[in-house]
């Protein structure tokens, strides 16, 4: 397998990161993940422009230009004939002395790596998994804003080992307030009343790509649509709810807290956004 290291194509038993570098040392960096589907990538110039949000969020100076991150995130593909893609862009501080001044370290340390996308199983999509409310809160904005795609992830695998302790498949976070966030690396939505509802971006969440197409969807296909603050207990109330990424798409979800959402099975919302979602989605696609 080729990955792109720093300024060039290397083969992946020489894709080696330092142990001084400051992502390893101390998580200091950003991430992005991307999916292709057939060698056309879903949403790239969000991604990288979010992935561009994320670096000058932490003050990181990005060692290549503009123009190169698209046809270098292609040839990832294309060096390893991949078609139905799983592309994970990698920026840290880089290489430096022990110490948390950014300033130790000379230059950032980019990775783009493209492997063969391993699909979630089906019976996922026809079931919906099952959700727990974990103890584990958001990270507080004002002290880690959700909205760098930190390459930290702690608040989010800790969340994830309570929920997979509690047998499920993910957990979904409050914030400080106790209001419904997002689960550990996915966007939430219920619906209720025939209204398609999210948590708003102030909640503290990721501003999710995936769901920014969903909202979009939603809008232009006459279906109600709120963002808001809502308290864990509206889950209980919910009709549907299912969760977005790149990855997954739309994942219908069957139970929070052992507790069915509305028959169990996914709901005529959850089903004609996943449709709407495939049959638009070459619109998506570069
Ligand atoms: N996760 N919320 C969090 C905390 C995430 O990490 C992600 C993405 C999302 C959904 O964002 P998008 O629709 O842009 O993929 C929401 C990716 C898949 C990951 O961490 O690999």
Avoid at 18 to 23: E, L, M, P, Q, R
Avoid at 99 to 123: E, K, S
Avoid at 166 to 187: H, K, P, Q, R, V
Avoid at 239 to 249: A, K
């Amino acid at each position: 397998m080729w990955v792109f290291l720093n300024d060039t194509f290397v083969e992946s038993d020489k894709a080696v990161v330092s142990v001084f570098d400051h992502g390893f040392l101390y998580g200091d960096g950003i991430y992005e993940t991307l999916r292709a589907y057939g060698g056309r990538v879903f949403m790239l110039q969000q991604h990288l422009a979010r992935l561009h949000r994320s670096g000058h969020l932490i003050g990181l100076k990005f060692p290549l230009p503009d123009k190169d991150w698209p046809s270098l995130v292609k040839e990832s593909m294309s060096r390893n004939r991949l078609h139905d893609a799983y592309i994970r862009i990698t920026v840290s501080r880089g290489e430096g002395d022990i110490g948390l001044d950014p300033g130790l370290c000379r230059r950032p340390t980019v990775v783009i790596l493209a492997q063969p996308l391993t699909p979630y199983p089906p019976h996922l999509f026809h079931e919906g998994v099952s959700l727990a409310v974990v103890q584990v809160r958001r990270n507080l904005p004002a002290a880690l804003p959700p909205q760098i795609k930190s390459l930290n992830f702690l608040n989010n695998i800790l969340a994830k080992q309570e929920a997979l302790q509690a047998g499920a498949f993910d957990g979904i976070m409050l914030n400080a307030t106790g209001d419904l966030t997002e689960c550990t690396a996915s966007n939430l939505f219920f619906v209720q009343h025939g209204c398609l509802c999210t948590p708003s971006i102030e909640c503290g969440i990721l501003d999710g790509i995936t769901r920014s197409v969903v909202l979009m969807l939603a809008q232009q296909n006459g279906i109600a649509v709120e963002e808001g603050s809502y308290p864990a207990a509206a889950l209980r109330q919910a009709d549907e709810c299912f969760l977005t990424n790149t990855t997954m798409e739309i994942m219908p979800v069957r139970e929070v807290d052992r507790t069915s959402i509305g028959d169990g099975r996914p709901g005529p919302l959850t089903l004609k956004l996943r449709d709407l979602f495939h049959s638009h989605l070459a619109r998506f696609l570069e």
